[in-house]
């Protein structure tokens, strides 16, 4: 059944006690059914109808749906579908990011005539200057570009690859990258976002897969951490437990022991000044000969990124403070 009511668009919907709508004219006023005369509706959101609730009249049945064309159901899907908000990286500069494809092709596969081409090259080489016009947008996307590389062969989660390019940002603000080398100074960013969101990724293992020496990497490091007022977190020997026990592949029982290990050391403080990958090691390799799963000292420094001499002298340590018979095998 649908009555005269009002023409389209000319009503606004407000939120009522419950389920119930009231409808609202332009001029503000209570819009009431044209055939009971009540001002209180219900609205079906599948159907889009505004219906009385009285009699049963439909005073709206074409309202615009102004929510997304998409569906999700959880928040990565909405995520990714969404097409308005902050980009879903910070690894692009914001200067513009289209590419104009080199392909002198239309749509259809057929070739450009000499005309269109000449055209397309003008194109690209102007949206070229356009992209990157200053040294600073230069430098930044030659700093993503390198952090990109980066992210490919150390597995860093997106997190810290945020991180990393924010911590760069700050850093090009303050002019700090300014005669230092891009790389040296993308690998120190990335190396201070994996400590600070306690990633377990050592500067030996980032250092190795750049061209910058480790200790101008360190210089960098330095130098970001005085000047950029950044809290560093104490690693954490536990965060290097998992990540070594999974190339090890061991069981759960060999991982809740080395845990257990490094918290009592915490409390008698003897992972102060230490290396951390270097106890968790130590403490893996305990809890290995404590649980029956034998793994020689050699393993288990090949694992952490460690050498043999650390991983003794930090298990004959542990041993005696914490006084745990470990058995010989």
Do not use: H
């Amino acid at each position: 059944m649908s009555g005269p009511g009002t023409p389209l668009g000319r009503l606004r919907l407000k939120l009522s006690s419950g389920k119930f709508v009231e409808l609202m004219t332009e001029s503000g006023e209570t819009y009431t059914c044209p055939v009971c005369g009540s001002d209180k509706f219900v609205f079906d959101n599948e159907r889009g109808e505004v219906v009385c609730i009285q009699c049963g009249t439909i005073v709206e049945d074409r309202l615009l749906d102004l929510g997304p064309d998409w569906r999700a159901f959880t928040p990565e899907e909405r995520e990714s579908r969404a097409r308005t908000g902050a980009p879903l990286t910070r690894l692009t500069s914001e200067a513009l990011t289209t590419v104009i494809d080199w392909r002198d092709k239309d749509v259809s596969g057929k070739e450009l005539d000499i005309k269109k081409k000449l055209e397309a090259i003008r194109l690209r080489k102007w949206q070229t200057r356009a992209r990157v016009q200053t040294s600073y947008e230069r430098n930044l996307v030659q700093a993503s570009q390198e952090l990109e590389r980066l992210k490919s062969l150390l597995a860093v989660p997106k997190q810290c690859i945020d991180e990393a390019i924010e911590i760069y940002r700050m850093a090009l603000e303050k002019e700090l990258v300014r005669g230092r080398s891009v790389e040296a100074m993308i690998t120190a960013a990335l190396y201070m976002a994996c400590r600070k969101r306690m990633i377990p990724r050592p500067l030996d293992e980032i250092t190795k897969y750049t061209r910058a020496s480790r200790k101008e990497v360190a210089r960098c490091y330095r130098l970001l951490l005085r000047e950029l007022n950044i809290r560093i977190p104490i690693s954490d020997p536990s965060t290097y437990v998992s990540r070594i026990a999974e190339q090890l592949k061991l069981s759960g029982d060999v991982i809740k022991e080395a845990k257990k290990i490094i918290e009592e050391a915490k409390k008698r403080g003897l992972t102060a000044g230490k290396d951390p990958a270097g106890l968790a090691a130590a403490a893996i390799y305990i809890a290995c000969l404590l649980q029956g799963d034998i793994r020689t000292q050699k393993e288990v420094a090949m694992a952490a990124g460690v050498t043999e001499v650390t991983v003794r002298n930090r298990y004959k340590e542990l041993a005696k403070e914490l006084r745990i018979k470990v058995p010989i095998k």
